[in-house]
């Protein structure tokens, strides 16, 4: 969960509780001056309800003070229920600087609390402040992506980037988050915007050639009747070359490498050195200390300089 700032974490009782009509203006428009307010319109009839709400509070506990809640009944708020058009139940908005900024209806997985959480973190004037807590919103970011959620890291990865343009994590973070959801167009578009002072980042290179490897996985040929070519020819390089590209596009890195380094072993000149090249863009896209990245790296070192 996103702890952006350097907020002082609050007990658990002052970050949930109940409000009414009478108590509206004290606990959310005028709290929500200083963080950010989540108002959980709810019912005792209602089903969604009784599930969404102990998955909000989760969230707003797991985020220490950076964000509170208030839970509306709307039998007992009639006239602020009518005053914000709540139509249906659960409906849950969120209020900062006096003002309603985001919100959902319906019962919604946790995954998508936790996203509506950490915007509101990201968005509010403590979650600029901290560096520290720049640092958890991007951990929580790439957890989620690493999680499969990746239109979440993507709300996280843009929230960040609306308080800090120029953070070369957070736009990769993008990047990586729309090439893991499919739309590589989107990221390609992403990567092109990036601003001249970050664009030879680590992190967009990075991003650039996991990209790369996404455009190479939609054209992978079957991994089965290309390493049958390469046994019954191993000399013949351009199926060495497609069956590491589409066992790259299995997710079998290691044995992607592999084949790779063989067929610079065995010609390194081939196809303008298309060897090293991809070896490079592999490498570029995994993590600095991913082993595989290190091992593959020693060895291709060791035959060039052979």
């Known amino acids: 969960m996103l702890e952006l700032g350097q907020k002082t974490t609050a007990p658990a009782g002052d970050l949930v509780k109940d409000g009414s009509e009478a108590t509206f203006m004290a606990d959310v428009v005028e709290a929500s001056q200083s963080v950010p307010v989540i108002v959980d319109f709810w019912a005792p009839w209602c089903g969604p309800c009784k599930t969404l709400g102990p998955m909000l509070e989760q969230a707003v ?40 900024v985001d919100g959902f209806q319906g019962a919604v997985p946790q995954s998508e609390i936790t996203a509506f959480v950490d915007r509101l973190v990201a968005q509010s004037d403590g979650g600029a402040a901290g560096g520290d807590g720049l640092a958890d919103a991007l951990a929580a970011a790439e957890e989620m992506l690493e999680q499969g959620a990746a239109a979440d890291a993507a709300q996280v990865f843009s929230a960040i980037l609306g308080e800090a343009p120029d953070n070369a994590s957070a736009y990769g973070g993008l990047v990586r988050a729309h090439i893991a959801a499919g739309d590589l ?36 040929g079957p991994v089965d009747e290309l390493r049958a070519k390469v046994e019954a020819d191993p000399n013949d390089h351009a199926a060495r070359f497609e069956l590491a590209q589409s066992l790259q596009a299995h997710q079998q890195t290691e044995a992607a490498v592999d084949e790779l380094l063989e067929l610079f072993r065995r010609d390194r000149e081939w196809n303008e050195g298309a060897a090293r090249a991809q070896l490079l863009t592999i490498f570029d896209a995994l993590p600095p200390q991913d082993p595989v990245a290190l091992k593959g790296r020693r060895r291709l070192s060791s035959m060039i300089f052979a």
Do not use: C, W
């Not at 797991?62 to 509306?72: C, D, F, L």
């Not at 039998?75 to 849950?92: F, G, N, W």
């Open 185 to 220: 167009d989107q990221a390609e578009a992403i990567l092109n915007g990036a601003d001249a002072a970050i664009s030879h980042a680590p992190e967009l290179e990075a991003a650039h050639a996991q990209l790369e490897l996404a455009k190479q996985a939609a054209n992978a």
């Open 61 to 100: 506990t797991a985020a220490k003070g950076a964000v509170k809640m208030v839970k509306i009944n709307v039998d007992e708020a009639q006239a602020i229920a009518q005053q914000l058009r709540i139509q249906s139940i659960p409906t849950v908005y969120a209020f900062y600087k006096g003002q309603p």
